[in-house]
């Protein structure tokens, strides 16, 4: 790989952990497996693998919440890794899964320290009459080092095991296909469990059923309708709250001025220091609305898409999620800047009774079942090469499922999750 390739890739990581340069998107996009994966990809000279290996990394981190503390690693690290260990192990998607799941840990080293170095460099410049250099200029610096720095890492980690790799090829891609099957298995049980409906048990197999008798293509479509109409019903109602700018007379560009400054760089913003209460609501709330229910709904279209290698309709509808980010962030900032909290609560109010709120279990449920069967189309050839093993894996995934109850945190399985593949590599035979 070229320098100017390894740099290339390094952006694509700083800007998808970075919360400044992108206009809020980033962390919707870029930090996203799909495109992350699209992006590295592409750079690496291999789309397809790119957007496959982001898509099947995606599926295991479609629960992720910057905001909770349940995280299984870095999203954006994870995707990018699996494309490289793709490209030069030449193994596929699900076995980089298994390499890349592992190294996308350290990338919580960033997101552990971090905070406490913008910390410690605000108090150190606390006296500095400029808070450019404390506050944006050597944050961002330090943080696109420890980017390099983790990806350097795993880069070495990786071209330092493919002499033992290509020295025990059949071994070793049989162990991480089990254990990318594992880890994928653990995630599908995972989100079915986590919208505790058990009438969503239906609308699987309903889903399922229908798969044999209509191209996916067409439930998919029909899923895209109902969301437009979603989107529709969701608008006019909040356009009927017309906007009155009650606690402040500053012009449009104004807010617009203070709307770019927050969105790139919200600790810097001097407009915003007398409403740092209502921002901090808004960015809570921007959080919940888009993170929990807008990125499913859009990661699950992009994923589905990205398994069909569908590179136009990928990219489409990952504009589309950037131009419905920037409406709502902004939109929500506009109200809450200038209306006040109770405009925003308001505001707020009329997004939770949407019918994208109402039916997003339904629209998840149907979209995550073709997801699954569409993976299990694409990748049909191996694991009908290992039923045996997919069996055991499948079995064993079951009963850790319900053993652990998800009460023990991701990292303190990460044994299992390759000490039990193991064991059935070595006791169970291929078929």
């Excluded at 795993?154 to 991480?176: K, V």
């Excluded at 929500?332 to 994208?356: D, Y």
């Amino acid at each position: 790989m070229s320098v100017f390739k390894f740099l290339l890739v390094n952006l694509i990581y700083f800007v998808g952990i970075s919360t400044a340069w992108s206009f809020g998107i980033g962390y919707y996009t870029f930090f996203r497996p799909v495109v992350a994966g699209m992006l590295t990809g592409l750079v690496l000279g291999d789309i397809v693998l790119g957007i496959t290996a982001g898509a099947v990394v995606n599926i295991i981190y479609l629960d992720f919440v910057s905001f909770e503390d349940k995280h299984k690693g870095d999203p954006c690290l994870t995707a990018i890794i699996s494309v490289v260990a793709a490209v030069i192990l030449k193994i596929n998607s699900i076995e980089a899964l298994a390499i890349a799941f592992l190294l996308g840990f350290t990338g919580n080293l960033i997101w552990k320290y971090r905070l406490n170095i913008n910390i410690f460099l605000s108090n150190k410049f606390k006296n500095n009459k400029s808070t450019l250099l404390s506050e944006l200029i050597l944050p961002q610096i330090l943080l696109f080092i420890m980017s390099v720095a983790v990806i350097s890492l795993c880069f070495l980690i990786i071209y330092l095991s493919q002499g033992y790799f290509d020295n025990h090829y059949e071994f070793l891609r049989n162990l991480l296909f089990l254990s990318g099957m594992f880890i994928l298995f653990n995630s599908i049980f995972s989100n079915v469990l986590s919208k505790g409906n058990f009438d969503l048990v239906f609308v699987y197999i309903l889903t399922f059923l229908m798969l044999f008798f209509v191209r996916s293509i067409i439930i998919v479509s029909a899923v895209i309708i109902f969301l437009i109409y979603c989107f529709y019903d969701t608008y006019r109602d909040l356009s009927k709250n017309k906007f009155v700018n009650k606690t402040s007379i500053m012009s449009k560009d104004t807010v617009s001025r203070a709307w770019v400054l927050w969105i790139n760089f919200s600790y810097f913003s001097k407009e915003l220091e007398d409403e740092k209460d209502i921002n901090s609501f808004n960015i809570i709330k921007d959080n919940i609305f888009m993170q929990v229910i807008l990125s499913q709904i859009f990661a699950l279209l992009c994923i589905y898409f990205a398994l069909s290698e569908n590179l136009i309709l990928l990219i489409s509808f990952s504009l589309l999620f950037v131009a419905v980010i920037i409406y709502v962030s902004y939109s929500n900032f506009r109200v809450g800047f200038c209306n006040g909290k109770e405009a925003l609560i308001q505001r707020i109010i009329e997004i939770n009774k949407s019918k994208l709120k109402k039916y997003f279990n339904l629209i998840f449920s149907i979209l995550f079942m073709i997801v699954i069967v569409n993976l299990r189309l694409k990748y049909s050839i191996r694991l009908e090469d290992n039923v045996s093993g997919i069996i055991s894996i499948l079995i064993a995934s079951i009963l850790f499922k319900a053993l652990s109850n998800g009460k023990i945190k991701e990292y303190y399985l990460m044994p299992i999750i390759y000490l039990i593949p193991l064991l059935i590599s070595l006791v169970v035979p291929s078929v």
